[in-house]
C-alpha cells in the first residue's frame, strides 16, 4: 500500500512537471538588470524629454528571476489586478505610474495602492513612455505606418547633446584577453557595447567598441595602462547622424487619399470603431490630403505651427483645433492612449526578439483601455 501511495505521488509530480514544462511555467527567467539593459538599448533613457519620468521606476527587494512579463499602456488597479492573475513580476507600462513624487504609501489613494502590492508581490514596474515616442521603430512610426509614404520625417528633429555623444573606439591588441576585460568591468554599463572583433593575424586582434562620453574615461585609463595594446583610436559618433530621432512624424504620402480614406484606415489600425474629425475649413471627407503629422498621445502643442494637410493626434484642446481648421488642416483625434496602445502588440515582438525569443512569457494586457468611450 505504501509502494502504491509512493508511486501516485511520483506520477503527480511527472505530470506536475510535465504540465509546467508545456506552459513555460519551468523556466528559469532572466534577471532584472539584463532585462532593464536591453530595454534601454532599445530605446536609452537619454533620450526622454526633461520632464519625463522613465526607466525602472520600482525594483523589488528580493532579487528573483523575470519570467513573465506584462505589457500595458497605463498602468491601473484592473491591469495589476491582471497582472496578479496571470503571476506576472514584470510590469512594463508605457506610461509612468510614479510620475509626480509620493510622500506616503497608504491604501487611501489608487497609485499608492498599486505601489504597495506591487513591492507585497514582488513586482518590479519599468516606463519607457517619451523614449518610445522618438526612437525610429516606436510609437510614432507605428502610428504613421497606416498609411503608405515615401517620405518620413521628425516633426522636431532631437539635438545632439555633446554630453551625451557617442564614440567610437577602435583598438589592436596583441591579446584577445583585452576584449574579455572590458565586457567583464562594463558589462553592466547600458552605454558600453562591443560592435565588432576580427583577427588580423595569427597573434593579433582588432575590435570596435561604442561608448558614451563617461564610460569613455573609464575605458581609456584600461587601454592606456594594458601593454597587450598595440593601438587604438577614438572618433566621435553622433547618432542624430544616422537616424531621425525626434518628436512626432511628418509623412508625404506616395498617393493623395481623400480625408474619408484617412479616416478609414486610421481606424483599421488602430482597431478603433470611431474617431472624432474636424474638418478644415471649406474642407469636405473626399478633400484630397498628400502630407500627414502624427504625434501620439496629445499632440496639439507640438503640432500648433505645423503646415500640413491633416493632423493626427490623441487629443488636443478645442482651441488648438479651431487653430488648425483655420490653418487649413483638418484633424483627427483617437483619444489619447488610442493613438499608442496599439504598439504593445509590436513591441511583444520586439522585446521577445531582444531577449532572444527566451522562455519568458511576454502578455499585452487585455484589461488596458482607454477611459473614454463613445455611445
Not at 13 to 22: A, K, Q, V
Not at 33 to 60: C, H, M, R, Y
Not at 210 to 225: A, E, F, G, K, Y
Not at 284 to 304: D, P, Q, R
Request: aromatic share 6%; with cysteine; proline share 3%.
Amino acid at each position: 500500500m505504501n509502494f502504491l501511495r509512493t508511486a501516485n505521488r511520483l506520477q503527480i509530480e511527472t505530470l506536475r512537471r510535465c504540465i509546467m514544462s508545456t506552459s513555460g511555467e519551468n523556466c528559469t527567467g532572466i534577471s532584472l538588470k539584463t532585462i532593464t539593459q536591453k530595454l534601454l538599448e532599445f530605446a536609452p533613457a537619454s533620450l526622454a524629454e526633461s520632464w519625463d519620468n522613465v526607466g525602472l521606476l520600482l525594483e523589488p527587494t528580493r532579487d528573483y528571476p523575470i519570467n513573465r512579463i506584462l505589457l500595458t499602456n497605463d498602468l491601473t488597479e484592473d491591469v495589476l489586478e491582471e497582472a496578479l492573475s496571470i503571476s506576472a513580476n514584470l510590469i512594463i507600462s508605457y506610461h509612468p505610474p510614479l510620475f509626480v513624487p509620493i510622500k506616503k504609501i497608504t491604501q487611501n489613494t489608487w497609485k499608492e495602492r498599486i505601489v504597495s502590492k506591487c513591492l507585497a508581490n514582488n513586482i518590479a514596474i519599468y516606463s519607457p513612455h517619451t523614449t518610445w515616442d522618438v526612437i525610429e521603430g516606436g510609437v510614432n512610426d507605428w502610428l504613421a505606418s497606416a498609411y503608405d509614404f515615401e517620405i518620413k520625417k521628425p516633426l522636431i528633429v532631437q539635438k545632439c547633446d555633446i554630453s551625451k555623444s557617442e564614440y567610437i573606439v577602435t583598438v589592436e591588441s596583441s591579446s584577445d584577453q583585452l576584449v574579455n576585460t572590458l565586457n567583464a568591468k562594463l558589462c553592466s554599463n547600458v552605454d558600453f557595447k562591443i560592435l565588432s572583433t576580427e583577427k588580423v593575424n595569427k597573434s593579433n586582434i582588432k575590435f570596435t567598441v561604442r561608448c558614451s562620453n563617461d564610460t569613455l574615461q573609464t575605458v581609456l585609463p584600461i587601454l592606456n595602462q594594458t601593454e597587450d595594446v598595440l593601438y587604438f583610436y577614438v572618433n566621435p559618433h553622433h547618432m542624430a547622424e544616422e537616424s531621425e530621432r525626434g518628436l512626432g512624424r511628418m509623412c508625404t504620402l506616395k498617393n493623395e487619399i481623400t480625408i474619408q480614406e484617412a479616416v478609414e484606415k486610421l481606424k483599421c489600425h488602430i482597431d478603433v470603431p470611431h474617431v472624432q474629425l474636424a474638418l478644415a475649413r471649406k474642407a469636405t471627407l473626399e478633400h484630397k490630403i498628400k502630407t500627414i503629422a502624427f504625434v501620439a498621445g496629445s499632440g496639439g502643442s507640438v503640432m500648433k505651427n505645423i503646415h500640413c494637410d491633416l493632423k493626427i493626434t490623441g487629443e488636443a484642446s478645442h482651441h488648438e483645433v479651431l487653430d488648425s481648421v483655420h490653418n487649413g488642416a483638418s484633424v483627427i483625434l483617437t483619444n489619447h492612449s488610442n493613438s499608442e496602445r496599439g504598439f504593445l502588440a509590436k513591441f511583444k515582438e520586439i522585446l521577445g526578439s531582444l531577449l532572444n525569443n527566451s522562455c519568458v512569457s511576454i502578455v499585452v494586457s487585455k484589461t488596458d483601455s482607454d477611459p473614454l468611450k463613445v455611445f
